[in-house]
């Protein structure tokens, strides 16, 4: 029994290692200029926790072998513990889960504590059940007036988010449900939300925030290889949640313009 | 001191009941009580695992019509799992080894002879079976069960118009959870009453088993938990977030104060059936201790993809962090008491082994959601879910289950159908919790009813496929143990009075216990509880009543 016991618990621990080590099914390639230092320190934390893991388990399934009960050969060793040993492994620990946590302090704090760089792409992201939708400020560089009593889904984007046609910064807003950026700029996404709350998830950028209804929240990325990448809803947001995704287009700067410029004259 | 103990015995003493209602429907008998809230937790877990079984056929074959339900719609898949996510987490992994294995086992291992308050003990039964109740009929009226998930984020959760299921069944799952937490509450109080004033002469805090541990410790954070949720309940207008802080202020202690249980109970068995004593004792007491208290701090780890402050993000993280320190603590001890054992692997030691086992293996994935870098990618997707659900300790329930039992039943239940159910359970949970955790780092997010419309999912059907399949055997291996668990009431091999040879108080008494657990006797206990293998000693346990023969240092 225990044996069979050691070799199910092994047998678990190496399967289950084997397909992270193989990257069978992994993160998507990284397409934004932080993606690299997330998936380093990804690496770094799951070689360590897989050491842990392995070790552990390694010898769970050991001592259920090494010391089963074997009739009167065997003798229990008394002992109520060992108070040396529970500090030294207290201390590693705390310094392993402490120590991991402050290496990755500065990934966090230069993706979030500061603003968005002056010159950034400016693009608000609007979720709603069950639809993204990108506004871009146009020429002028800022964002019309929107107000909750103009939004009418059922008129495509501008009213989709309720865009006030009366104020002269929105003659130039573009509402669009696929997003463009180009690439190597910085994007400053401001979140917005109209109904509940969904979540603002593009993976191969390393980009997940929460879009709340009320708050507008400021975040930022830069996309640093072109081509389509898709986003989705990662918050539950109601019964149309699997089916609320987008893409995002990465297209070198003058597609970009070409793009924009496009737009703006169908739009008048 | 002594005559207010004395008085608090004369006050609790009670006949026992003769009529079958007195006796088994309201009755005021711990052990009794004890079995209501098992088999209320027993009939809870088949019901979310049914749910669970729905879930899982809708998700890879999204169109296909079942017997009797018909097509599973989208919003039904996620009434499915806010209801299975709801049943298991107040009804099951709360349930059961707090209300059922605590409410029968902590009178008789501190040697009472029953809970402090019996009225308020049947009270707090009766309404948690309301509560489940209620939970239950949200499937039965007009719009259904509610679709927010067990989180119940608003606006989603507070608006009928945000989907089917969030008017009247939304209102019903709130009453309901309200109503648990009065009768948890009402338990709770009544945990820390009997464990401070009715323990037996020599039964100091310190030699207490450390399943009475969990459960004191559990108790304790169970009250300012349960007060948090009455300003849940009550809430009206403001931001979402605060909710969100409200709700994780809750929740993330419920869940921990749900894992204490199981920590508690893998110690126990892992001490009996190695024959030595627990390793640490005082560790893994203020391991729970530290647990319990650094529980309420770590709210805002389920948030940092909110809105909430980056600021406060890291500080959570760094709490979070730290609270895996006393969990690896536990771990360690664990393992420490196995090395250089006798071990016994009968049915309950290969439940607690395999909690052990899937305790470090949803141990190791906290710390990747715990900081807020790699939590960007992995928020919200099944990542969260394999970690969850390996971690929440239901092994540890069953564990409970065979190794009481025969004190419960007077039988022993069969051995190598356990084994048949532990060999099921154990690869069956990693078959299935496991591929989890590549599915979320691939990106797949959490409750999606379908994979069929987000285009870097479809390569992940397969796997989840494979799921759905081991799901199917794994929970056809459940009914071994329910086919077990009633036949040998019935048809089991008569226990002895200790058949583990184990030395906690329940173990001293008749099987099944009298009445007032003792037949009279006080016990009186001379030594804590895990004298194993003592040297010089003619058994290999010495009981707790029984003074040691050769001086321990």
Redesign the interface.
């Known amino acids: 029994?225990?044996l069979v016991?050691l070799i199910?618990?092994w047998l678990?621990t190496l399967i289950?290692a084997y397909?992270?080590i193989a990257k069978?099914?992994?993160?998507?390639v990284g397409a934004s200029a932080a993606a690299a230092g997330?998936d380093h320190?990804?690496t770094v934390?799951?070689i360590l926790?897989?050491i842990?893991?392995v070790a552990?388990?390694g010898?769970?399934g050991f001592?259920?072998w090494r010391?089963?009960?074997?009739g009167s050969s065997?003798?229990?060793?008394?002992?109520?513990?060992?108070?040396r040993?529970?500090i030294a492994?207290?201390v590693l620990?705390?310094i392993l889960?402490?120590g991991?946590?402050l290496m990755?302090?500065s990934?966090?704090?230069s993706?979030?504590?500061r603003p968005a760089q002056a010159g950034a792409v400016q693009v608000e992201v609007t979720g709603m059940?069950f639809q993204w939708y990108f506004r871009y400020p146009g020429p002028d560089g800022k964002f019309g007036a929107t107000k909750p009593e103009l939004i009418d889904p059922s008129g495509g984007g501008e009213g989709a988010v309720g865009l006030d046609a009366t104020d002269p910064a929105a003659k130039d807003d573009l509402v669009t449900g696929t997003m463009y950026l180009p690439v190597g700029r910085e994007a400053e996404v401001i979140?917005r939300a109209h109904?509940?709350?969904h979540?603002f998830?593009v993976?191969a950028m390393?980009?997940?925030?929460?879009a709340?209804?009320?708050?507008a929240?400021h975040m930022h990325f830069t996309p640093i290889s072109t081509g389509d990448y898709?986003l989705?809803?990662?918050?539950?947001?109601?019964?149309?949640?699997?089916?609320m995704?987008g893409i995002l287009k990465v297209v070198s700067q003058q597609e970009f313009e070409a793009w924009l410029a496009a737009r703006e004259t169908e739009k008048q | 001191m002594a005559t207010g103990e004395f008085a608090a015995h004369e006050a609790h003493a009670h006949a026992a009941p003769q009529g079958f209602i007195r006796k088994w429907v309201f009755s005021l008998d711990h052990k009794v009580i004890g079995l209501q809230y098992y088999f209320l937790a027993l009939t809870a877990v088949f019901v979310g695992m049914f749910l669970s079984l729905l879930m899982r056929i809708h998700l890879i074959w999204p169109s296909v019509s079942l017997p009797l339900f018909g097509e599973i719609k989208p919003e039904a898949y996620l009434s499915l799992l806010t209801m299975h996510g709801t049943i298991m987490v107040f009804f099951v992994l709360t349930t059961a080894p707090q209300g059922g294995f605590g409410n029968y086992f902590l009178p008789i291992q501190i040697g009472a002879a029953d809970m402090a308050f019996p009225v308020i003990n049947m009270l707090s039964f009766w309404v948690t079976f309301l509560a489940y109740i209620v939970m239950l009929s949200a499937f039965f009226v007009t719009g259904g069960a509610p679709l927010h998930g067990w989180t119940g984020y608003p606006p989603l959760s507070a608006l009928p118009s945000a989907g089917p299921g969030e008017g009247l069944g939304a209102d019903l799952w709130v009453i309901s959870i309200a109503l648990f937490c009065i009768g948890a509450l009402m338990s709770a109080l009544n945990f820390i009453t009997t464990t401070l004033d009715m323990r037996a002469r020599g039964m100091s805090l310190m030699r207490m088993p450390l399943t009475c541990w969990a459960w004191f410790i559990t108790a304790i954070f169970f009250v300012p938990l349960v007060t948090v949720n009455g300003q849940l309940a009550g809430h009206k207008g403001g931001s979402p977030l605060l909710w969100q802080h409200l709700f994780w202020f809750f929740g993330h202690p419920e869940v921990y104060i749900a894992i204490l249980p199981a920590m508690g109970l893998c110690s126990q068995l892992v001490s009996v059936f190695s024959r030595k004593p627990i390793f640490g004792y005082k560790a893994m007491v203020y391991a729970m201790l530290s647990i319990g208290i650094m529980g309420f701090m770590v709210w805002g780890h389920h948030m940092f993809m909110s809105g909430m402050s980056p600021y406060s993000g890291f500080a959570f993280s760094v709490m979070t962090m730290a609270i895996g320190v006393p969990s690896a603590i536990k771990t360690f001890n664990w393992l420490g008491t196995l090395w250089g054992g006798k071990i016994r692997l009968s049915s309950p030691m290969l439940f607690a082994i395999g909690f052990v086992s899937l305790f470090v293996s949803g141990g190791i994935s906290g710390p990747f959601l715990a900081q807020p870098v790699l939590d960007i990618p992995l928020h919200d997707t099944y990542f969260v879910t394999g970690h969850f659900h390996l971690i929440m300790g239901v092994a540890s329930i069953f564990a409970a289950t065979y190794y009481w039992f025969p004190k419960m039943f007077g039988r022993l239940m069969n051995e190598s159908l356990a084994r048949w159910h532990f060999w099921f359970s154990l690869v069956g949970t990693y078959a299935i919790f496991m591929p989890m955790h590549y599915l979320g780092m691939a990106g797949h997010p959490r409750r999606y009813s379908q994979l069929t419309e987000v285009g870097f999912l479809h390569n992940l059907l397969p796997l989840q496929k494979f799921i759905t399949y081991v799901a199917f055997i794994t929970i056809a291996g459940q009914f071994i143990f329910l086919f077990n668990l009633f036949w040998s009431m019935k048809f089991g091999k008569k226990a002895s009075d200790n058949p583990w040879e184990a030395t906690t108080l329940e173990w001293t008494t008749a099987t099944p216990p009298p009445h007032d657990n003792f037949a009279g006797r006080t016990p009186v206990i001379h030594h804590g509880p895990y004298e194993y293998s003592v040297p010089g000693e003619p058994r290999d346990y010495v009981m707790q009543t029984d003074p040691l023969t050769v001086a321990v240092r």
């Open positions: 029994m225990g016991l199910i618990i678990i289950s397909f992270f069978t099914w992994w993160l998507p997330i320190y990804f934390t799951f926790m897989g842990v893991f552990a388990q010898i769970l001592f259920a010391y089963r009960d074997r065997s003798v229990a060793h008394y002992s109520h513990g060992n108070n040993l529970e492994w207290t620990t705390f889960f402490v991991l946590n990755s302090s990934i966090w704090a993706e979030r504590f059940q979140l109904d509940v709350i979540s998830f993976p390393r980009f997940k925030q929460d709340v209804p009320g708050l929240i898709e989705a809803c990662a918050e539950l947001c109601g019964l149309g949640h699997y089916k995704h």
